[in-house]
């Protein structure tokens, strides 16, 4: 199903605020790496917000989603303020972890492992 443009808008708005709320409240670096929003999509009926969490170089992805999950009450908070003239009602937010990047990773490495194994059967004829 594609997304209408005041899903689109609402989603842009949240992320602009919550990259800000984050920023703002020290969660962009956690447990030794990098925590970021890479997408929010909205539910048609605007009720729904689902945050997309990247997480880059994190020890343990599961505890940092849950120290999010945790801060949540005051994130909330902070982003109904910011954004109370623009929306008529602050939609229910959840917290997805985005693999993305792990799933990059895990196929470069598998690349460059053909790359090695590929360059032994050469050398080795």
């Known amino acids: 199903m594609q997304e209408g443009k005041r899903q689109k808008q609402v989603a ?7 990259n800000a ?3 703002r409240l020290g969660l962009t670096m956690m447990d030794g790496g990098m925590v970021s929003i890479s997408g929010v999509k909205v539910t048609p009926d605007l009720l ?11 020890a343990d992805p ?36 985005d693999d993305t990047l792990d799933q990059v990773f895990k196929i470069e490495n598998l690349l460059q492992q053909i790359k090695k194994d590929e360059g032994k059967k050469t050398d080795e004829a």
């Open 62 to 97: 599961k505890i940092t989603m849950k120290k999010i999950e945790d801060r949540g009450w005051e994130i909330k908070k902070e982003l109904t303020a910011r954004v109370a003239k623009q929306l008529r009602r602050m939609p229910e937010i959840r917290y997805y972890h």
């Open 12 to 18: 842009g708005l949240i992320q602009e605020e919550m």
């Open 21 to 23: 709320i984050f920023q």
């Open 48 to 58: 729904e917000a689902r945050i997309y969490i990247s997480l880059f170089q994190v």
